[in-house]
């Protein structure tokens, strides 16, 4: 089997200084070094002294407190709505499909597009025309904003544009089910909604990307990176979701493949 070879990791990396969440949500890593753990080692082997072990060290590691949304995540359709339109029960992360999320990708490019734009159905079929791919079934799909150009600042979770619901919808019309997206959300950033919703009282604009999944439940990659090492297509995305019973998402290392 020939291997691609070009692997581009598109996850972002967790620790706790970087603030990429608010603060409800901030992940929580403590480290406990070789040193730390000398003593449990010891007390797990009657006899065994600090001395017996290489500089006197034992193994290391971390505690780490998260929620499924987190880092580099993929959501299941049950963080959008606990029912589809027809009443069935919402696919959580541990039912999704495996074959969803190895498959080809192709990339939109809307970086120049102003944050908290909206971006309609016509301009993903004018990227798709630009870039000449011909979207089929299962293709993941990314969208590639200037947010991560502000990874490790203050704007982080302020910069970028939302997919609309139209724009969603005809991705998931035509048989995509995994999408991704290097922002923090699918959707504009909270502070743009909030603006839009003082002044127009509409609550149809309130998360419209997330809740088009109710009408065609798929799956979406957020806070993703290095989108724009990628070419538009012709790539394969590996974003398998962490096994987590009846979660509404979990962590994904996705990676890009290419030659």
């Not at 919703?197 to 809740?211: C, K, L, R, V």
Request: charge should be negative.
């Amino acid at each position: 089997m020939k291997l691609p070879s070009n692997i581009i990791d598109i996850s972002l990396p967790l620790d706790n200084e970087t603030v990429i969440d608010p603060p409800a949500m901030r992940p929580q890593i403590k480290y406990v070094s070789n040193k730390e753990n000398v003593d449990l080692m010891c007390s797990m082997l009657p006899g065994l002294k600090p001395s017996d072990l290489p500089d006197g060290e034992a193994w290391s590691w971390e505690i780490v407190t998260l929620t499924t949304h987190n880092g580099t995540h993929m959501d299941a359709p049950y963080h959008f709505h606990s029912k589809d339109r027809q009443g069935k029960p919402m696919m959580t992360i541990d039912e999704a499909p495996l074959d969803w999320f190895f498959r080809p990708g192709v990339k939109l490019d809307f970086r120049n597009m102003e944050d908290g734009h909206i971006v309609t159905a016509a301009e993903v079929e004018a990227e798709l025309k630009r870039i000449d791919h011909d979207l089929k079934p299962l293709d993941i799909v990314l969208v590639n904003t200037r947010t991560s150009e502000t990874f490790g600042t203050d704007k982080y979770m302020t910069t970028g544009i939302g997919m609309g619901r139209e724009a969603t919808l005809y991705l998931t019309e035509r048989g995509v089910r995994v999408v991704g997206i290097d922002a923090w959300g699918w959707d504009a950033p909270f502070v743009y909604t909030q603006k839009r919703y003082q002044e127009t009282g509409d609550p149809s604009i309130i998360w419209e990307g997330h809740y088009a999944g109710i009408d065609i439940p798929y799956c979406q990659m957020e806070k993703l990176y290095n989108l724009e090492k990628l070419p538009p297509d012709g790539f394969t995305v590996a974003c398998f979701p962490f096994k987590i019973k009846a979660a509404s998402g979990g962590w994904v290392r996705a990676v890009a493949m290419f030659d």
